[in-house]
């Protein structure tokens, strides 16, 4: 009886639960309990469950939600403002979540509209993850502000960090496809494969949300020869799905960067890179670095003065100083496209145009 409940989880009448619980949830205890039982999915008029998620050392979210959004896959992700929302599924259910930085240099705070509340842990470490709150980034950013090359960068840019993954393979698939295109043109077709391949959320949810993403079992049957990419990079989308889905490729594994990228490197088609991008943001390595990126050779060549980008080999033997936080380094290297820099008479020169073609 919805008594018991009241009076086991604490409240002291039934008049107040209902009023805690319509405040917090948007409905009520008996409606949340016919919901339950008819299995029903999200209703997207419910108030959600409200968090807020604490980390260590600083973090921009702004800035991480400006990134994502400007990756943000259409149909799974969005970004109103400084707000993040994605489609999720939970215990078989979809349903939503939002992030929003209050910049109080302590929180990140989290909203789920979720169907049932059963794995709630689970989403909160994909956020946690998504962030790169997960981690501190103490170490790497104090080490990194001692460098004399990139120092001042990152003196100027305190709390950057690198996006990481909500769910491993999706970003893994979002990197693929952004391998040698811009990074409209790659979110452009990484929605595709959404809409074509995910399974459809039709319940009204905000800002044109309606897909969760392709499982590894979709991608790796599926047909892509008319999806919008080449041919040979649609050949490693399958091939890169169906290692995974059979288990042959393990995204949650952890061990020396060196096996993470031979592992990954042995599906045709995916190169240094793609699995250093895979390892820094869906494996959350922390020293991984794709010195072959033209953004990081551009905002490389930038830290020293130079009017040309760096070469693959000149980037990578600048990088080493940065170990073992080269991960870190990529975020500010990347950064820097976005920020204007000031020339020796110190006039603002304009944004790098590079910076729109970062696909990582």
Same mark, same amino acid.
């Given at each position: 009886p919805i008594s018991k409940i009241a009076f086991a989880a604490g409240f002291t009448s039934i008049r107040q639960m209902n009023r805690v619980m319509q405040t917090l949830f948007g409905f009520s205890p008996s409606t949340l309990r016919q919901k339950r039982r008819r299995g029903d999915p999200l209703d997207p008029l419910d108030g959600g469950l409200r968090l807020r998620l604490p980390y260590a050392g600083r973090l921009d979210g702004r800035r991480l939600a400006r990134y994502l959004g400007a990756r943000a896959i259409p149909g799974v992700e969005s970004v109103e403002g400084d707000t993040y929302r994605r489609t999720m599924v939970t215990c078989g259910y979809p349903g939503v979540v939002e992030v929003l930085d209050p910049r109080d240099g302590r929180h990140l705070e989290v909203s789920m509209h979720l169907a049932t509340f059963g794995s709630i842990v689970d989403q909160v470490e994909r956020v946690r993850s998504l962030f790169g709150t997960d981690r501190s980034s103490v170490d790497a950013e104090?080490? &990194? @502000?001692r460098d004399r090359v990139i120092g001042p960068l990152v003196r100027r840019s305190a709390g950057l960090r690198l996006a990481g993954a909500y769910d491993r393979f999706e970003t893994s698939v979002r990197i693929i496809v952004g391998q040698q295109v811009s990074v409209a043109g790659a979110s452009t077709v990484a929605g595709r494969l959404a809409a074509r391949f995910g399974e459809t959320v039709d319940v009204g949810l905000p800002d044109g949300l309606r897909?969760?993403?392709?499982?590894?079992?979709?991608?790796?049957?599926?047909? &892509? @020869?008319?999806i919008g990419?080449?041919?040979?990079?649609a050949r490693t989308i399958v091939e890169f799905a169906r290692a995974v889905a059979a288990g042959e490729l393990?995204?949650?594994r952890v061990a020396p960067l060196e096996e993470l990228c031979t592992e990954?490197?042995?599906?045709?088609?995916?190169?240094?890179?793609?699995s250093h991008l895979i390892a820094a943001r869906a494996m959350a390595h922390p020293d991984a670095f794709a010195s072959s990126?033209?953004?990081?050779?551009k905002g490389a060549a930038r830290? &020293?003065?130079r009017n040309t980008p760096l070469s693959t080999r000149e980037l990578g033997e600048l990088a080493e100083r940065w170990r073992p936080h080269r991960t870190a380094a990529m975020a500010y290297l990347w950064s820097s496209l976005s920020a204007p820099t000031t020339g020796r008479r110190g006039s603002v020169k304009s944004r790098d145009r590079a910076?729109?073609?970062t696909t990582a």
């Open positions: 104090r080490a &990194l @502000r897909y969760l993403f392709p499982s590894p079992e979709a991608l790796a049957r599926a047909d &892509l @020869r008319d990419m080449p041919s040979a990079r393990d995204l949650t990954l490197e042995a599906v045709p088609g995916v190169g240094p890179w793609t990126d033209l953004g990081l050779r830290l &020293l003065g910076a729109e073609r």
